[in-house]
């Protein structure tokens, strides 16, 4: 007699195969928010093929953002490191980690702290809602000089530490996070620049203070180069209300001058300038500048911006990028641009972003200009090769 049990299993078996074989794709994804990776868009102008890096933040989340990258020739530091970059810690978007860090690679993928070094670089403001951002790094003097921004929301100007103390304890105990925006957004911090130094990236000098603002102009994201006598530093200040690119000049890199009002073409209707970093070319300065839709930087989105006329007028492209994969897909942030050395016009870009379930990354991405745009780039193993040699 026929098995029939053996026959009813196999059917059974086979009606499996069948149904997983005809499922949608969609059944088979990856739950939203595991896999980084996972094409969440289509895109139109070329897809970037980023990599995530790895980052041995302070904090453990392993979430950073605002990088900002130097390439140095010949290395610098015990080990010679050719690159270092200085971010934040940002888990989540929670703001009470962000401190300037620094870390170093052979690479521009690999990162790991220089011997001795420890993060964050310099301490955490003491009060509720109190940070530091915002990390800028030039190398000058055989020195790094890092600029970065400290945000003060805990207290009014010209309290005395008691009052503050009594202030911030007052903080801790409002009901809801809600209540607390509420609050912020009827006071105005007070955002301070400073500058700190390092002759081997490990051991820093105490900070100085560069610039102070308790007028509500933020003082965003400095982009500082220095070339022959001079600094030039562009942020991004409230002005009547809007947020404009300013630029401001030194001799010391401490004293700077009053803030020249820049202009920024061909952004759509709508956005403003949020972040940027700043590039000298043969003949122009280049920048990656984030643009957003209002003040508090709602969707952010990348450019590539050129200048002709030393960071006065920035003509801005498109957004560099589609949000193509799910660690973009909510924002597209700060991001830091380098000339590929001996290869022109070719670059490395990492930039961060941030997910729906608002997981921050810094990515690695290359690319090539064409013109006066510019696009992502395929990495061979000659290009390698010459970028990772020691």
């Known amino acids: 007699m026929p098995n029939f049990v053996g026959i009813s299993t196999l059917k059974r078996g086979l009606r499996k195969i069948a149904r997983r074989l005809l499922d949608s794709a969609g059944v088979l994804r990856s739950v939203k928010g595991e896999a980084p990776y996972r094409r969440v868009g289509k895109a139109s102008n070329g897809l970037h093929r980023p990599v995530l890096l790895n980052l041995e933040t302070s904090d453990g989340s392993g979430q950073a953002c605002h990088p900002d990258v130097l390439y140095i020739p010949g290395g610098f530091g015990s080990k010679r490191w050719t690159y270092w970059m200085a971010c934040t810690p940002y888990p989540n978007k929670e703001s ?19 011997d001795g070094a420890q993060n964050p670089l310099v301490p955490t403001p003491a009060g509720a809602g109190d940070h530091n951002s915002d990390p800028d790094v030039v190398f000058h003097e055989n020195q790094l000089w890092l600029f970065y921004r400290e945000t003060l929301r805990s207290g009014e ?20 996070a809600k209540t607390q ?23 820093w000098s105490p900070r100085v203070e560069i610039l102070s603002d308790a007028t509500g102009k933020l003082l965003l994201s400095p982009a500082v180069i220095h070339e022959g006598s001079r600094f030039m530093m562009w942020t991004v200040d409230v002005d009547g209300g809007k947020l404009r690119l300013v630029r401001r000049g030194s001799t010391d890199g401490v004293n700077w001058s009053p803030a020249e009002v ?28 984030v643009s957003c839709t209002g003040l508090g930087g709602a969707g952010t989105r990348i450019h590539y911006a050129y200048s002709e006329d030393e960071g006065l007028t920035w003509h801005a492209n498109g ?14 942030y700060r991001a830091s641009l380098c000339k590929v050395d001996g290869r022109a016009p070719e670059y490395e870009l990492w930039y961060s972003a941030c997910s729906p379930t608002d997981v921050f990354s810094i990515a690695y991405v290359r690319l090539a200009r064409v013109e006066n745009r510019l696009i992502p780039a395929e990495v061979g193993p000659v290009q390698y090769k010459s970028l990772t040699a020691v």
């Not at 170093?104 to 790991?112: K, L």
């Not at 007052?170 to 009901?175: G, L, V």
């Not at 560099?320 to 799910?326: D, K």
């Open 96 to 114: 009470s980690f962000e401190n300037p860090e620094i870390f170093a690679s052979y690479d521009g993928i690999s990162w790991a702290m220089p």
């Open 262 to 289: 820049c202009d920024v073409l061909q952004l759509d209707e709508g956005r403003q300038p949020w972040h940027i970093d700043v590039l000298r070319e043969e003949n122009r300065l280049s920048a990656v500048l």
């Open 157 to 176: 100007r010209g309290k005395d530490a008691r009052t503050q103390r009594r202030k911030d304890a007052k903080t801790q105990r409002r009901k809801d």
């Open 181 to 203: 925006r509420r609050k912020d957004a009827k006071t105005l911090d007070r955002n301070n620049l400073y500058l700190v130094r390092s002759g081997d990236g490990v051991r």
């Open 319 to 332: 957004f560099l990028f589609e949000q193509v994969y799910e660690f973009e897909a909510s924002l597209q």
